[in-house]
Structures are given as C-alpha cells and as structure tokens.
C-alpha cells in the first residue's frame, strides 16, 4: 500500500493540528470549549484540485473536535491530461456526519513531510457552513478557496464564494 498514509504521518499530522490549534481556546465560534457549540460551523463540502502539469497524490485527514472523521488518500491528474488520466478535480466523498464542530483539514502532497492545516475557526467569517477547495499548484503549494454557507447545505444555505 505505497499509497496509504503510514501511522507515523498521522501522528504527525494531528500533532500539526494541535500545535497550530494551541492558544486559539477563545477564539471562533465555540468558544474553546471543544464540543464544538451551536454556533461552530460545518464543514459542508471539500473538493480538491490539481493545477499542476503533472500527477499528484493528496493525503488528506479532517478531524472535528480532535476527532478524526476522515481519512484518504486522493490521486489527481494533472490539469491538462489526456483522455486515460486522472480527473484533475474531485469532491471528497463526505464521511462525517452534520455536526458542528471545530474542523481541522490537514493535507499533504506525496514524498513530503510537510503539508497544510486549515483550522475552520481561524477563517474569516461566520456562516453556518463552509465549503473548502484545496488546489495544488505549479509549485506544489496549496490555495485554500472557501465558499460560505455552500448550496446543499444541512445547516443553512447561500452561496457565497471567497
């Protein structure tokens, strides 16, 4: 399973998202409390996107409330492949349940040790919901896209991209 994410970088990964959650106690809509509270958001959506011109394998971890609620391993073509390549965009299939709570997205591109963590609290705004988009770059960075209160959401309703 070379495509798997090992023990190790999970570990590693959660101890990202704790450091970077450390301190934020009062900030957000939970008030730090870490049962996420009625006015926490959702995570509604997460679509992932390659811009690259080549290949990339994305693993990805979304925990709520310290709790892991995800995890994969998302293999993107480049963004203008062929016919037998992958698709350069995906939604991930959304394997947590409609409760608030205090996201954390950790995501990671193949052969490096570091990634990127987005802390839902930490954006700017307060909607109901977020929709997520995480497009690698010609470089190998990420852009984070959000959309607040997406269409389709359980919890409220809009459209608002930023």
């Keep these: ?10 570990l590693a990964a959660s101890a990202a998202g704790a450091s970077a959650l450390a301190g934020c106690g009062g900030q957000g809509g939970n008030g730090g409390d870490g ?6 958001p959702l995570l509604s959506t997460l679509r992932l996107s390659n811009s690259a011109d080549q290949a990339v394998t994305i693993h990805l971890v979304v925990e709520r409330d310290g709790e892991f609620v995800h995890w994969s391993t998302q293999r993107l073509g480049p ?3 062929g016919a037998d390549a992958a698709p350069a965009e995906t939604t991930v299939e959304r394997t947590w349940s ?5 996201f954390t997205i950790n995501a990671r591109l193949d052969q490096r040790s570091e990634g990127l963590t987005v802390n839902l609290s930490e954006l700017s705004g307060n909607p109901s919901c977020w929709g997520i988009e ?3 770059t010609q470089n190998g960075d990420f852009n984070v896209w959000t959309t607040e209160d997406p269409e389709g959401c359980p919890v409220g309703g809009g459209g608002n991209e930023s």
């Design 79 to 81: 963004q203008n492949g």
């Design 35 to 40: 049962d996420g509270g009625d006015d926490a």
């Design 134 to 136: 995480l497009e690698v």
């Design 1 to 10: 399973m070379g495509d798997s994410i090992s023990r190790r970088a999970i």
């Design 98 to 102: 409609d409760e608030t709570g205090a």
